[in-house]
């Protein structure tokens, strides 16, 4: 199976406007990605607030991104809930629209042990035939995947890549080696855009990025120069980045990142609730920075 998971994947914004889908704005967004060849976009994931969309929403919202893109690139849809039957028929809904791969995230709030997440993930896996991304992301959900799970995890045909989040940039040094004796082309990448270069380094071979919102083009070109091996470059690129790392994250995402895509004049940067807007601080820090990089 081709591995879509790798490079530059953007985690798109969900635009919104007087609290209903904004999907001429999803045009905007989707066609930006496009224009600088991003690798793949996740859509409602966390960046998303895919936890804000009904179900009927959430079927809109991907069947609008596929026309949209018309194939020029991979949609990957986010699966996210605490309740393993509630992420089943949002998989499903998924395989209905005919999304090219699932993000399933380690399931929020409940806390699973390590039995209770591979059997989340294999259920999800056995019911539907898309190529999976687990998403480990121990600030939101509480638990952190460990070493053994994930090479047990690996060894379901369609389970196909990793995204981490987190400070753990030694993990690709760790696995890398036990995954090839499991699977060729299992692929770790980070969710954190400011650990991208590092994660890089050390054996990952993309990042699902925020910051990919805003300037896809320096980000795409920080992985190409990765997969160049020419991390000098690839240095100078992330320390131009870092300023509007820092304005991103300065405040719970996406909040931050929704007013960036408004200043660009991608969508509004209207939230749902408990989301609510940026404060002036990070606005100033959002426009100082990206006023050195646009």
């Known amino acids: 199976m081709n591995n879509i998971f790798k490079g530059l994947i953007t985690a798109i914004i969900t635009p919104f406007k007087n609290n209903q889908l904004d999907l001429v704005a999803l045009g905007k967004i989707l066609e930006y990605q496009i224009e600088h060849n991003v690798d793949g976009v996740v859509i409602a994931g966390t960046t998303g607030e895919g936890s804000s969309l009904s179900h009927n929403e959430y079927k809109i919202l991907l069947q609008s991104a596929i026309a949209i893109v018309q194939k020029r690139m991979p949609i ?34 409940v806390k699973p042990t390590t039995e209770g997440i591979y059997q989340h993930i294999k259920t999800i896996h056995d019911a539907t035939s898309l190529p999976i991304m687990i998403y480990n992301t121990q600030s939101r959900t509480g638990v952190n995947i460990s070493d ?58 993309g990042c699902v990025s925020v910051a990919g919102n805003i ?80």
């Open 148 to 205: 053994e799970n994930i090479l047990r995890l690996a060894d379901l045909p369609r389970v196909m890549a990793l995204k981490d989040t987190g400070t753990d940039i030694e993990r690709p040094l760790r696995l890398n080696p036990l995954l090839k004796q499991i699977k060729q082309n299992f692929n770790l990448l980070t969710g954190d855009d400011p650990i991208a270069l590092a994660y890089r380094a050390h054996g990952g071979v």
């Open 215 to 294: 300037v896809p083009k320096l980000c795409k070109n920080l992985q190409i120069c990765c997969e160049r091996n020419d991390f000098a470059t690839a240095l100078t690129i992330h320390q131009q980045l870092f300023p509007l790392y820092q304005a991103l994250f300065a405040e719970t995402n996406p909040m931050p990142v929704k007013y960036a895509a408004s200043y660009l004049g991608l969508c509004t940067e209207e939230l749902r609730l408990p989301l609510v807007a940026a404060s002036t601080e990070t606005r100033k820090s959002i426009v100082q920075a990206m006023n050195t990089l646009i």
């Open 76 to 109: 990957i849809a986010g699966c996210c809930s605490s309740n393993t039957m509630v992420a089943l028929d949002i998989a499903l809904i998924c395989q209905e629209v005919g999304v090219d791969g699932l993000m399933c995230t380690i399931p929020p709030y």
